[in-house]
């Protein structure tokens, strides 16, 4: 008989004070990491032209969770979106999910990978490790509006000289919602490049985890990273969580991180009340602007309009 | 191909003498019950000391070591010698210290520095102090600047030290904390009443002389309402090739608008392990900052904390760490906010050469109730060249959403366009670097008191020039 088991994911390359409890997640399941992966159901994706490859992943009773392994011999835009099987009435409160996605970007190719999180309750795991060889680039963009609990892991090997990994994360959490989040770019190659943002929104009961490391490893030489986080914090009992780490064993790069975490800036504040918007209508604007920027990444109109109907923006 | 500047390590051979201590002097190696009690004896502790000390012995054989920072696993604890006796009772005059203690802080320029800079100096020797002194004029004003045993025996003071002592670090804090609570000895102790503003520094300066010995001293200080004091701590050791610990520990208690300033030298030698704990409470619109150069040990794991207690109370972090070969200095600071309209600054710099590893590693805690709460982050890291290492590792824990936290962060190298530019106004390359590094530790070095300035500044300077290969 099964029994309950806490494995551990989303764990810092570099663990700091255990008692913070950023060292890594802890995801109560029935089986161990490895029982889980095998357990879920294989899709390869080859994408044979630049036309976006659309997978909807709909929470049912009998969710096995997915295992994708993406080729890309050429440039790719997948889109992934996690959805509510019937948006209003359907309870996925019990159901849990996992996505597995593993990716290999041939030379000079890019790989625009958006996933969108728009399920209700549901507890999400996504975790994608991409190989980027010479001069090509991973654009990861991630949405994240639903689930009690998401963990979302972006693990990028910039192997090839000038490869890149540009990752764009947005999220507004509401009402007892939990976030974590890691993301990884390891810098192996000449010239790389990493930028990794993480933009969000906390609002009453949530929390959020965010972990970003730029990791500059000896011969990357003329390698570039930055990190930066921005979180607006809209109500007292919320908790923000970060840890931005930068490691480097090479001399010859440029890592930077940048951080603002608080209250929406008063100026804009004042500026915006001075022209007659009400505060919660302020607030409203400043959330969504944060996912807008990124459904202007994703740039898909089906999906921007899923998303803003998801917030009732267009109601 | 490009031109590499060598940076060489810090010369340390001003710090690298010893004489020999008598082996009949080691009370005892590694750490267990009877050498406790014997110990304990020996210095004349109180029973309450006594029980404190073998609580701590219990917490330490059950605490684990730490599993984050650089390996401790070579520091074998059996081979540490835990307590030295001292070659004489503490005095109050140069002249009576025995005269090899006596060479050794003359070479190190103590007591120099007490008659032209200081308000008072302390000196410990191994694991007891040997020279404590005080102006009179200081004295007068009420100020209290002894060891910490003397103060424990007099009745003015015992409760006082009772009430404070590893109360702001406890033994379970972490193993080492609990290794210090049953084995300490030596350190000062220092008391500012209120209202009093000590205008020229202390200084305490230890070192550890013996071979695979440990050195365990205690600092304590209580600065009440709108007090001021400088408290400046220095420390070396010769260099063997046999592990050395130092597993000191700093509290200090900072009262309602008084401020601490308290500013740290450390230059142990490069067979140290550095395991010192350093902890602040600030009481309402208190101030403590902290000055903090690191240039020795092999190993460090050396944090400051800030408990900004009270509202209105601040915290400023002004940290350097330079690491060289064989050297892994895992270093930073931790504040937590535990009242409204507190501050905390931290400004750090980093030097990673020649093999050596540096760890930037911090924690900013802001709890619900510091309300309008702001911080600020900045970190620096130099790379030298590419068997080095340097690691930024910060986290920052929000509880309320009336916070303001900043943090940045950056690595790099030394900018070609920068020495180019400095190489066109007629400086040689080496002379360029030289003046960048210095530049780099600028913001930090500006801190420290000029004297210290001034021989960090050297240090790194004259290492550089002449020294392109």
Redesign the interface.
């Known amino acids: 008989m099964s029994e309950n088991k806490t494995i551990r994911i989303n764990n810092l390359p570099v663990p700091t004070w255990n008692h913070l409890k950023i060292n890594d997640a802890e995801y109560e399941t029935m089986a161990s990491k490895e029982e889980l992966f095998d357990q879920l159901k294989k899709i390869a994706v080859k994408p044979e032209n630049q036309l976006p490859v659309v997978h909807d992943e709909v929470i049912e009773e009998a969710t096995e969770g997915l295992d994708f392994e993406f080729t890309i011999n050429t440039d790719s835009t997948i889109i992934l979106r996690l959805l509510n099987k019937c948006e209003e009435k359907s309870d996925d409160s019990k159901k849990d999910i996992i996505v597995k996605i593993n990716a290999n970007i041939k030379e000079g190719l890019t790989l625009n990978l958006s996933i969108v999180n728009l399920t209700k309750g549901a507890r999400i795991y996504v975790t994608s490790d991409a190989l980027c060889n010479e001069n090509s680039a991973l654009r990861m963009t991630t949405i994240s509006l639903g689930s009690s609990k998401a963990y979302f892991e972006g693990k990028a090997e910039l192997k090839g000289d000038n490869s890149m990994f540009d990752s764009y994360t947005a999220y507004i959490l509401n009402s007892g919602q939990f976030l974590d989040m890691n993301y990884v770019a390891d810098h192996k190659g000449k010239n790389t490049e990493a930028e990794i943002v993480s933009s969000g929104v906390l609002n009453k009961g949530t929390e959020k985890v965010s972990r970003q490391t730029v990791n500059f490893i000896s011969g990357c030489a003329g390698s570039k990273g930055a990190e930066s986080e921005e979180v607006l914090l809209l109500d007292d009992d919320v908790i923000s969580k970060s840890a931005p780490l930068i490691l480097c064993t090479e001399e010859d790069v440029e890592g930077e991180h940048g951080a603002s975490i608080g209250q929406p800036d008063i100026d804009v504040i004042f500026y915006l009340k001075s022209r007659g918007i009400a505060i919660e209508k302020i607030y409203e604007m400043l959330s969504f602007a944060k996912i807008e920027a990124a459904l202007s990444r994703i740039d898909h109109e089906e999906t921007s309009e899923m998303v803003r109907n998801y917030l009732g923006i267009n109601n | 191909m490009k031109e590499k500047t060598y940076i060489e390590d810090i010369d340390e051979s001003i710090y690298d003498f010893r004489f020999k201590e008598d082996e009949e002097d080691v009370l005892g190696r590694g750490i267990g019950s009877d050498l406790i009690d014997e110990i304990s004896k020996e210095k004349g502790d109180p029973e309450w000391m006594r029980q404190f000390r073998q609580r701590s012995l219990e917490i330490f054989h059950k605490t684990h070591m730490p599993?984050?920072g650089p390996s401790i696993e070579s520091l074998d604890m059996d081979r540490i010698i835990t307590y030295i006796r001292p070659k004489a009772r503490m005095k109050n005059k140069w002249e009576d210290v025995p005269e090899d203690v006596k060479q050794t802080f003359e070479r190190l320029g103590i007591p120099q520095a007490e008659r032209e800079s200081l308000s008072g100096v302390g000196a410990q020797y191994d694991s007891e102090i040997v020279y404590h002194n005080l102006r009179a004029e200081v004295e007068k004003q009420g100020v209290v600047y002894t060891d910490l045993e003397t103060a424990m025996r007099d009745e003015k003071y015992s409760e006082m030290i009772k009430k404070h002592f590893m109360k702001l670090i406890p033994p379970t804090d972490h193993k080492f904390a609990a290794l210090h609570g049953a084995v300490w000895s030596g350190g000062s102790f220092v008391y500012v009443p209120e209202g009093v503003k000590v205008e020229i520094p202390l200084q305490s300066y230890f070192r550890l002389n013996a071979e695979s010995a440990g050195q365990f001293e205690h600092t304590l200080i209580i600065i009440g309402k709108n007090s001021y004091l400088h408290f400046i701590e220095g420390c070396s050791a010769p260099k063997y090739y046999a592990a050395s610990l130092h597993a000191g520990c700093v509290e200090l208690y900072v009262g309602e608008n008084a401020t601490l300033r308290y500013s740290t030298i450390e230059n142990w030698s490069k067979n140290m392990y550095n395991l010192n704990s350093k902890r602040a409470l600030v009481e309402k619109a208190g101030k403590i900052e902290w000055i903090s150069g690191s240039f020795g040990s092999h190993i460090s794991y050396l944090y400051p904390t800030s408990v900004l207690n009270g509202e209105g109370s601040s915290s400023e972090f002004t940290g350097i760490t330079f690491s060289g070969n064989g050297q892994d200095l895992d270093t930073g600071a931790k504040v937590i906010h535990n009242a409204p309209n507190t501050t905390s600054y931290m400004n750090t710099r980093s030097i990673s050469k020649s093999g050596g590893v540096n760890t930037f590693?911090s924690?900013v805690i802001v709890k619900?109730q510091a309300?309008g709460s702001k911080s600020s982050v900045s970190c620096a890291?130099l790379?030298?060249?590419?068997?080095?290492?340097?690691?930024?590792?910060?986290?920052?824990?929000?509880?309320?959403?009336?916070?303001?936290?900043?943090?940045?962060?950056?690595?790099?190298?030394i900018s070609d366009e920068a020495v180019f530019y400095l190489m066109t106004r007629g400086l040689s390359e080496e002379e360029a670097k030289a003046l960048i590094v210095s530049g780099f530790c600028e913001n930090v070095s500006k801190e420290l008191p000029v004297e210290y300035a001034v021989e960090m500044n050297n240090l790194i300077r004259m290492e550089m020039v002449g020294s392109i290969g």
């Open positions: 599993n984050w590693r924690e619900p309300k890291s790379m030298l060249d590419s068997i080095s290492r340097s690691d930024t590792i910060p986290v920052m824990d929000i509880r309320t959403k009336d916070a303001d936290i900043g943090h940045e962060a950056k690595i790099g190298r």
